[in-house]
């Protein structure tokens, strides 16, 4: 019996559908959603998640100088006057002069509001348990534990005669102090209130005009910055050793067995026993101070900090 063309024609119809359908509806079997909310989120399956920013925001790390990787960027307007302590937690003195506690990474932890307005010229963290932060205006002297709550205030006027310019905090907890009016490096005894080492220094400055800018025990030396002459050198008992010759600092670090410091565009390491020098060139400019820890190098700009880390540090 003959099929009936009209027959014939409408299954070859149905079977090129099927085999279209076939073809279309296949390569999607596979496909499964590429955008999965995180729990919580009221964000649609089919769009991003939207990512919550904070002060500490990661960048994809970019060589900005030979050396120097950039891993994160703090939205921070600072002073300048920054410290280390050697947990690797930061410590920064914002516009507003509060103190500004960070992590290794860059996370807020705590801030310290002062009640008074005063201009902080100093903040020295090196020491773990206690933080000094120095008062130059009003010749105060101000002692935070490490969550920053305050525990000593000292106003040197009531113990000393002259006008204090810089001022550290030692590893027994006593202070290191230079008294301006005197001509002379100080230690006080916090506990006895009273100064228990006296170097006079008008012998070493002579006829010039030094500008000291920064003070730190370190490895059982203290170093006196002078911006003028360069870096004075002492043992822990206060006797004077020696001069190194790097004029026009403001402030110097340490880390292992070097002395490091800004200057000609540079990030210069001095090891303190064989003499050497090198340099890495900066990877950006506007640089008020530079601070570096095992893990990251942390530089300060007038409206940021840039976090990086840094290839050829000491470990």
Not at 110 to 132: D, F, V
Not at 168 to 181: K, V, Y
């Amino acid at each position: 019996m003959m099929a009936k063309p009209w027959l014939c024609d409408t299954s070859n119809k149905l079977i090129n559908c099927l085999l279209l359908a076939i073809v279309l509806v296949l390569p999607l079997l596979g496909v499964g959603q590429t955008t999965v909310p995180t729990a919580g989120s009221v964000a649609p399956p089919s769009k991003p998640v939207p990512v919550p920013t904070t002060t500490a925001v990661p960048t994809p790390i970019a060589s900005a100088a030979e050396g120097w990787a950039l891993v994160r960027t703090i939205k921070l307007a600072t002073t300048g006057v920054a410290s280390l302590d050697r947990r690797g937690t930061l410590y920064v003195v914002d516009r507003q002069n509060n103190i500004v506690q960070l992590g290794a990474e860059g996370q807020a932890l705590n801030t310290y509001s002062p009640a008074l307005p005063g201009h902080i010229a100093q903040l020295e963290a090196w020491n773990t348990t206690k933080i000094l932060a120095f008062y130059d205006d009003r010749q105060q002297l101000l002692l935070l534990d490490r969550f920053l709550a305050p525990l000593t205030q000292v106003r040197t006027a009531d113990f000393l005669d002259g006008t204090i310019r810089v001022a550290t905090i030692a590893p027994d907890e006593r202070l290191w102090l230079f008294d301006e009016s005197n001509i002379a490096l100080e230690q006080f005894d916090l506990n006895q209130q009273r100064p228990t080492i006296t170097t006079p220094m008008d012998l070493l400055v002579g006829r010039s005009k030094p500008d000291f800018r920064f003070l730190r025990q370190y490895q059982n030396n203290v170093y006196l910055v002078d911006r003028v002459g360069g870096i004075l050198v002492f043992d822990n008992l206060g006797n004077y050793r020696k001069k190194l010759p790097f004029t026009g600092l403001s402030y110097v670090g340490f880390l292992g067995d070097e002395l490091y410091y800004v200057a000609d565009n540079a990030l210069h390491f001095f090891h303190l026993y064989n003499f050497t020098d090198r340099a890495l060139p900066l990877p950006t400019t506007d640089v008020q101070q530079v601070l570096v820890s095992e893990q990251y190098a942390y530089v300060l700009l007038p409206k940021e900090i840039r976090v990086y880390t840094l290839a050829g540090a000491p470990k």
